[in-house]
């Protein structure tokens, strides 16, 4: 055939073209992260959770009171964020400034990931709030930016119609039971109380509130030894899972509708509810109030408390930048544009409760008040693997599988376990 | 001969790189204690990764979990594909509208049918809505440790049926018309010719639709991850699952590729099994 004098100059051409491209997208997958662009001005690798609508502005005005830095900002999802975060890590090339979960970090810290920023930082301490889900041993491997909470979400339709006061909404554990209760039994279609159930990952965050407001905990206060098989423990356990029989069991994103839908008297949930209620359910009528407390006259409103901190790992090329746009971001008109485009998670500033918006949004406000008695877990280096043991038994207990003392007792052992082993 | 192999360069250069690199590297750390937060640790253990896992409760109990998955749909889907091709095949009229309706779910992500299937299997959902409609009691389909395994399942057989369905469609269509037109001539019944002509031809087709669906059925993640993040009370704690927590929750990743390699060996022998079962016949079939 006359081609085939042809194709075998044209293969070793084509072949080597081929080569080539290969090892240009390469080159070009590879050298992606540089630092320095071809005008000499440094480019900063910032991966964080908000969209980017909401962070871009801020962003701007970094890049402006900073001419030599351009800010690459990428966005994470917290489904598949951990892994993206990890995989970097592993391959030597993290982000130079991330935003971490709370629950992450200890794993983090654990493996000595993220740079000790203590001194970096020192004078940002008085200035901002929820250290204790950033720092160990009062070293600190990030700094708080955002701090979320859990607060209990009212129908106050529902409160009416099962002839309950909706002004009065309940404040302790037993006005609680009895008005989930009266719901489930008066009114028909709609449950009083949404109890998680199918997604064990966030029971303790449900749970635990009601265990730290009765003046339980997981671990002891030097976080050495177990404290879960206590009676405060086993008292809240107990409470919680007397809600069960008036109770929607079922995920959280379902509470959140269900609640949306006026069929739920009671959900605990975030203040991304308060977002998204004006546009799912506008004729709703609800109001939040503080989680409730043991009695009128023991225990706290305590809730769960959660962090988004801004961290710089040690292998991140820009660190000295990357902890300048951190301390940028945590001042409070820097937070606030993100907090309120986005409604999850409140400022860590001191004094941001202060800004005008949360004086047209007094639901707001139920959430920073809610955050002085909310908990967040420890720092612990083994958290995930205590976290997982707390959440398996809990799960046990509110299936039925474990009787409450049983299942606090089981991890109570677990975690003494965990605790003995060796690093 | 050889101008084809310039051809599949490409393919071969992507799968070296994207494919055999990273399964080969995953062989090298499952032999190694690897936290990926810390790779400057990292420690050759030999097969202690192994040992680790066969003498693992969770191990087992996520195998476990994969297998009644993997023996649980993989007949059904079989059948109900094998009897959806049938019926295809005698529709006449707006043949192509119901091939694409039958295959519409295989075009969707896992993702998508997972989120669509979490929303009617919630307790204030429409499958629990119609219940209530029929007079009928709620079920927890997700809730109930019972159920919530079964509830995937049927899951994954809608999403998976349509596929092989026009899989094994495709393979009536080459069915010989004169044998066909012969047995109807001997006067044999239906089920004779579907018996002793139809399932013979289809054989090779067959053993390929129950390799895949085997080796996908192994493979379940995303529906898990979507749904049940493998509770209740791990009742749907599958093996993939059990991989991806244990290397990217706790960082165990020389483990996590040893579970990797396990399920691959479990996969292989399967395949085997299941080769040496259908494959005989389909390969003596002369279609």
């Excluded at chain 1, 964020?81 to 200890?106: M, N, Y």
């Excluded at chain 1, 008040?369 to 959440?391: F, G, M």
């Amino acid at each position: 055939m006359g081609a085939t004098g042809d194709s075998r100059l044209r293969r070793p051409a084509a072949f080597a073209a081929f080569l080539a491209a290969v090892a240009t997208a390469l080159l070009l997958l590879l050298g992606g992260g540089c630092g320095k662009k071809g005008d000499g001005r440094t480019v900063l690798v910032f991966w964080q959770f908000s969209p980017l609508t909401a962070i871009e502005p801020v962003i701007a005005r970094f890049e402006s009171e900073n001419p030599g830095i351009d800010v690459r900002v990428e966005q994470l999802t917290w489904q598949s964020g951990r892994e993206k975060i990890v995989a970097a890590v592993a391959a030597g090339r993290p982000p130079d400034l991330c935003e971490l979960g709370s629950t992450f970090l200890p794993g983090l810290v654990a493996d000595s990931t993220l740079l000790d920023l203590t001194d970096q930082v020192a004078d940002l301490w008085p200035a901002l709030v929820g250290w204790e889900t950033a720092a160990a041993h009062g070293r600190a491997y990030g700094i708080p930016w955002m701090l979320g909470t859990r607060a209990l979400y009212v129908n106050l339709d529902l409160l009416r119609r099962a002839g309950l006061d909706p002004t009065k909404p309940p404040v302790t554990w037993a006005e609680l039971l009895a008005a989930s209760r009266r719901i489930s039994e008066r009114v028909p279609d709609a449950k009083g109380f949404g109890m998680n159930a199918g997604e064990r990952e966030i029971l303790f965050k449900k749970v635990m509130p009601f265990a730290w407001g009765n003046g339980g905990d997981i671990l002891d206060s030097t976080l050495t030894k177990s404290v879960m098989a206590s009676p405060q423990n086993l008292e809240a356990l107990r409470f919680y899972l007397s809600l069960k029989p008036y109770s929607l069991l079922d995920r959280q994103e379902m509470h959140d509708q269900a609640f949306g839908k006026g069929r739920l008297g009671f959900v605990i949930s975030g203040p991304w509810l308060l977002r998204a209620l004006p546009k799912s359910a506008p004729d709703l009528k609800f109001s939040v109030v503080l989680m409730p407390r043991p009695a009128a006259d023991r225990g706290t409103h305590a809730s769960f408390a959660g962090a988004e901190v801004l961290g710089v790992f040690r292998g991140a090329k820009r660190k000295a930048e990357a902890i300048r746009l951190a301390r940028f971001l945590v001042r409070p008109e820097n937070t606030m544009p993100v907090f309120i485009a986005t409604g999850n998670a409140f400022p860590a500033a001191v004094g941001a409760e202060a800004d005008t918006y949360f004086v047209s949004h007094p639901m707001d406000r139920v959430f920073l008040t809610q955050l002085k008695t909310a908990v967040a877990p420890p720092l612990h280096p083994r958290w995930v693997e205590i976290e997982e043991i707390v959440n398996g038994e809990l799960e046990q207990a509110i299936h039925g599988s474990k009787t409450p003392e049983a299942a606090l007792g089981s991890a109570d052992a677990r975690i003494a376990e965990v605790l003995a082993r060796r690093p | 001969m050889r101008r084809p192999a310039t051809g599949v360069l490409p393919w071969v250069a992507c799968f070296g790189l994207f494919g055999l690199l990273p399964l080969l590297a995953a062989l090298v750390l499952s032999f190694q204690a690897y936290n990926p937060l810390r790779p400057d640790l990292v420690r050759w253990i030999g097969l202690e990764n192994y040992g680790r896992a066969l003498a693992s409760p969770s191990f087992w109990h996520a195998l476990r979990t994969t297998a009644i998955f993997v023996a649980g749909t993989l007949p059904v889907t079989l059948t109900l594909a094998y009897l959806v091709a049938g019926l295809l095949s005698r529709i006449r009229r707006a043949e192509g509208f119901f091939r694409a309706a039958i295959f519409f779910p295989a075009t969707l992500s896992m993702v998508v049918i997972s989120l669509v299937f979490k929303s009617l299997y919630a307790e204030e959902g429409l499958l629990n809505a119609w219940l209530a409609a029929a007079g009928l009691g709620r079920v927890h389909w997700l809730q109930d440790p019972a159920l919530a395994l079964p509830s995937i399942m049927l899951m994954d057989i809608w999403a998976s049926a349509g596929y092989y369905a026009i899989l094994i469609l495709a393979g009536r269509k080459t069915l010989p018309r004169e044998q066909l037109d012969a047995a109807r001539l001997e006067g044999l019944s239906a089920w004779t010719v579907e018996r002793r002509i139809v399932l013979p031809h289809l054989k090779p087709v067959l053993l390929f639709v129950v390799l895949l669906n085997t080796i996908r059925s192994f493979q379940i993640f995303i529906e898990v991850f979507v749904l049940t993040r493998g509770g209740p009370l791990e009742s749907t704690l599958t093996l993939v699952y059990h991989l991806y927590e244990r290397a990217f929750y706790h960082f165990e990743m020389g483990y996590a590729s040893a579970l990797a390699y396990l399920l691959l060996a479990l996969v292989g022998i399967v395949l085997l099994i299941q080769r040496r079962l259908l494959g005989r016949s389909a390969a003596g079939n002369p279609a």
